[in-house]
């Protein structure tokens, strides 16, 4: 998508002229493992005109194979993003009607060949939001993943504006999560997708209990045999400036803690959850078993991503490494 944010935190209404730049759910996650070395490939259809072009060119400049997407269609989908400060919390509009992404249908992508030679596919849940269309593109692409063996992992991701076409989150995604090995998501994703909600959690209070999600984990690994991991990210809302973070991840057995971080003055925390997902799915990969290195890796870099402007985590393994050790000092690199 196209992001268009008023300069500075001025509101919609004062703006006279809008940053652009460009993001979205699963193009996050992909920018984010190609920052940390690891080949990845983002599939999607643009429109054939010069923002479609511009986009592409985007994702291109950082290590993004763009060979699958499609051209087509007339427009991009854009949100527009209002950042929120202190009390003020940020706003989302959403531009995504007739967009070429939301008239994507099954057969359209050529899923056996697009998947050849991968390790894991990773989606979001704006994805099946946006059309029915987008939903059976999804489910294909899961099946095909899940015939060749491929893991396959899943940010909830509900945004109530995007679900707009006639069925509601709880009718359209259980069936697409039966395909998938690691459930990623917050303490609203479980309640307004799934119907499981967790108890004894109040987020505005500045701090999240993470024993609270054991019970959340565990249905939604009993509903879904398939899947093997759940990470949850725990924010706990201080203020629009100020969040704590850290989070869980838990393996059927045992239920990993990360540290908590204080992120006192938020930049930008468009991308947060994304750039979890991303460690997280970097963790897995590299360490293999080391689920408590991986949930550590998922938050250190989901924690830095709060201090870059835009969507995307440009951070690298050593950085990332370096706040896992407990350097947040921010003293400048010479």
Known sequence: MLRLSPPGYQRFT?????????????????????GFGIRSAFVSRLPDNDLGRACRMYLMKHGIDTTHILPGGDRMGIYFLETGA???????????????????????????????????????????????????ACREAIETAGRKGITVSCDLNYRRNLWKYGKSAG????????????????????????????????ITGG???????????????????????????????????????????YDGKTLFTAPDYQITHIVDRVGGGDAFAAGLIY????????????????TAASC???????????????????????DASGRVSR
């Not at 006279?16 to 996650?29: D, I, K, L, Q």
């Not at 359209?108 to 989606?123: K, T, Y």
Request: aromatic share 8%; glycine share 10%; net charge negative.
């Open 86 to 136: 202190v009390s003020r919390p940020s706003k989302v509009i959403y531009d995504r009607a007739h967009s070429s992404f939301s008239r994507i249908t099954r057969g359209m992508f050529d899923w056996e060949r697009i998947l050849e030679g991968a390790s894991w596919f990773h989606w979001t849940g704006i994805t099946p939001a946006v059309s029915q269309g987008a939903a059976d």
């Open 304 to 326: 830095l991503k709060h201090t870059i402007p835009g969507d995307f985590n440009l951070v690298t393994v050593h950085e990332v490494e370096k706040l896992m050790g407990g």
């Open 14 to 34: 004062q703006a006279t002229s809008f940053e652009a730049c460009y993001g979205g759910g699963e193009a996050n996650v992909a920018v984010s493992l190609a």
């Open 207 to 249: 701090h999240v209990e993470a024993d609270a999600y054991h019970s959340v984990s565990g249905q939604i690994m009993q509903r879904f045999p398939r899947v093997k991991k759940v990470a949850t990210t725990l924010r706990g809302s201080v203020s629009a400036s100020h969040n704590t973070w850290s989070g869980v991840l």
């Open 283 to 298: 963790g897995l990969l590299t360490w293999g078993k080391d689920d408590e290195r991986a949930l550590r890796f998922a």
């Open 171 to 202: 009718e359209v995604m259980p069936a697409l999560i039966e395909g998938c090995d690691v459930v990623i998501g917050n303490e609203e994703d479980a309640e307004l997708v799934l119907g499981i909600s967790p108890k004894g959690i109040d």
